[in-house]
């Protein structure tokens, strides 16, 4: 099955703008083809409002790594970055189910942080939701998210 399959079966249970838990796609799917032309495309990273997860009423705009469209076509799935340091506390966070992984740097933050992935919440980004393109992640650490998010189902 392929990701945008599953994708599309988990987010036609999802709610608009929801993040989706979801676990890893079966095969890669995933195709890296960024194009700084003001679409996002899987590979780039942009900014937009992900809802919080203890209170998806609030919020906060933050980076995103594009991985597809969404089954519907109206809208991406993707993965929120942040620029908070897990490897410290990367114990608890997978206590909690939570799993990051690290980046680098890139043109999404402007101050040059490095940032994580976190890889176990799938986000659906709505196409009125996305506000602007940040940049495109390197082919092989996008190929190597995708694998990672793969490896938390097995």
Known sequence: MSL?????????RATS???VSAPAPSDAGA????ELDGEPDPGEVVWAWVPYEDDPSQGKDRPVLV??????G??????MLSSQDHDRDAED??????HWMDVGTGGWDSQGRPSEVRLDRLIRLE???VRREGAALDETIFTAVVEARRGLSR
Do not use: K, Q
């Open 93 to 98: 966070e997978a206590r909690w189910g939570r």
């Open 4 to 12: 945008r399959s599953r994708v599309a079966g988990l987010l036609s």
């Open 67 to 72: 991985l597809d469209t969404a089954g519907d």
């Open 31 to 34: 195709r890296y083809a960024p």
């Open 74 to 79: 109206d809208g991406w799935v993707g993965l």
């Open 17 to 19: 703008s929801s993040p």
């Open 127 to 129: 196409r009125d939701g």
